[in-house]
């Protein structure tokens, strides 16, 4: 077993013992039980018609907000916690080079996010399939996963890249959070100005912010597909409003662009700076 593999072992070891991304997984999953014993207990005629297609609400749910924190979560701690408990040295004094390193525990925090995304959405269709029959169009979900774990790659780059930058476990989780909240509210506040007064200005800035691409890439991938269902607009509520008709392309580079610059700055204070026993 070569380095990278032991290294990915590790961290999927580690960052499951965390205790706020077991609270913050396990988050994910409530909410999906609590949507779907909502939508148990609505009137048939209301759920009726949408009752094939119910999977797309536990799937989608998680992908507006709770997919990117806990994502954030788990990349904000890969790095930082190792400089806090004096263990970054021990790794890379041992026969291994800096690039398995940042490869083995960069792909290991990412496992854990792919496990994540892939088991909220076999809860999602299982509760559904239980509780509403039988699912039309899963087929989707071969676009819309890779597209769900897309979406969480920005802001798992992000906190990522400031633990390894701030080499403080809690300052970087605080930060990379403070940036996720922070455009998300500056594109509601954009939003609404844009409703009320039609100035788009605001709006066309939220293009480069790094919530644009990674909270409607999954909705606008999901929604396109269903677009030849007969669903009404709107079926799925203010899930179905996210995306608003953006191409998937831009949707990609955004998130794109900002997982990229992120792992480069991340790999870039690795590999030119000293790694000392504490943070500094």
């Known amino acids: 077993m070569g380095a990278v ?29 609590g949507l779907y014993f909502v939508l148990t207990r609505m009137p048939p005629s209301l759920t009726g018609p949408l009752s094939p297609y119910v999977w797309v609400v536990g799937f989608l749910a998680p992908t507006i907000g709770l997919v990117q924190v806990t994502s954030l979560m788990i990349g904000s701690t890969v790095f930082s916690d190792e400089y806090e408990a004096g ?34 959405t076999a809860f999602s269709v299982g509760i559904s399939w239980f509780a509403f029959g039988s699912q039309s169009r899963l087929d989707l979900l071969l676009t819309a996963l890779p597209a769900s774990i897309a979406a969480a790659l920005p802001f798992y780059a992000i906190g990522l890249a400031l633990s390894e930058g701030l080499r403080r476990g809690m300052l970087s989780t605080v930060l990379s959070t403070l940036v996720f909240f922070g455009s998300y509210i500056f594109e509601s506040y954009a939003n609404v100005i844009a409703t009320f007064t039609g100035d788009r200005a605001l709006l066309e800035l939220t293009r480069y912010l790094p919530t644009w691409g990674s909270v409607r890439l999954t909705s606008e991938v ?12 709107g079926a799925f509520g203010p899930l179905s409003g996210l995306s608003g ?13 900002y997982t990229a610059l992120a792992m480069v700055l991340a790999w870039l204070r690795l590999r030119l700076s000293d790694v000392t026993r504490r943070a500094q």
Request: with cysteine; hydrophobic share 50%.
């Open 222 to 233: 999901v929604l396109r597909g269903l677009s030849g269902t007969g669903l009404p607009a």
């Open 245 to 257: 008709g953006v191409s998937v392309e831009l949707l990609l580079l955004n998130a794109a662009a």
């Open 87 to 120: 263990t970054a040295d021990f790794w890379l004094t041992r026969p291994i080079s800096r690039s398995e390193y940042y490869a083995g525990k960069v792909l290991g925090g990412l496992a854990l996010v792919c496990s994540i995304v892939l088991s909220y």
């Open 5 to 33: 593999d032991v290294l990915i072992g590790y961290e999927l070891r580690r960052v499951m013992a965390k205790k706020r991304v077991l609270i913050l997984t396990a988050a994910v999953f409530l909410t999906e039980a």
